[in-house]
């Protein structure tokens, strides 16, 4: 089932690719960001739209991101950490199906990631999958971590389930 879904996703992945360049600023010297990195930025500017209650501006900054996501994750398939933000963009704009695929690719070259993990598992709480985000959650309780926090948290309904 797993390498039905990768085969799935890096096929999806490979036809939905429709990425822009960067640009530069002319010969000023700065450096360029990689996609990943201009991606991460996106979505943090998005994060922040969210706290304000900007949601349109959110989920325009996380179209954007997943664009540059997609275009990482051609230039270094399969990297945990871009397939992390694969799913959470994509949970943030409503493709509930598309996040969970790519955060079980994730899970399926690193299964104790403590950012997919904890995504899932708020992914689950959503999707009323109580027990699976239960599930996350003991992967994540030896960590020492925020995310086992935060998971523990929505599960128990102290914070946003989304």
């Known amino acids: 089932m797993i390498k039905k879904i990768i085969l799935l996703l890096f096929t999806y992945t490979i036809l939905t690719t429709n990425v822009f360049s960067a640009g530069s600023s002319g010969g000023d010297g700065a450096k360029k960001l990689s996609s990943y990195d201009s991606a991460v930025n996106r979505i943090k500017k998005a994060k922040k739209y969210e706290k304000k209650g900007k949601e349109k501006k959110a989920k325009k900054m996380y179209n954007e991101a997943l664009k540059y996501l997609y275009k990482a994750n051609k230039e270094k398939p ?85």
């Open 78 to 162: 399969f990297d945990p950490d871009t397939l992390n933000y694969l799913g959470f963009a994509n949970r943030k704009i409503d493709n509930i199906k598309d996040a969970e695929i790519y955060y079980l690719m994730g899970l399926e070259i690193d299964p104790k990631h403590n950012g997919i993990n904890e995504y899932l598992g708020e992914l689950y709480v959503y999707t009323d999958r109580h027990n699976l985000a239960v599930e996350r959650l003991e992967v994540l309780k030896s960590c020492n971590c925020e995310e086992y926090e935060q998971l523990k948290a929505v599960i128990a309904g102290e914070a946003s389930k989304y």
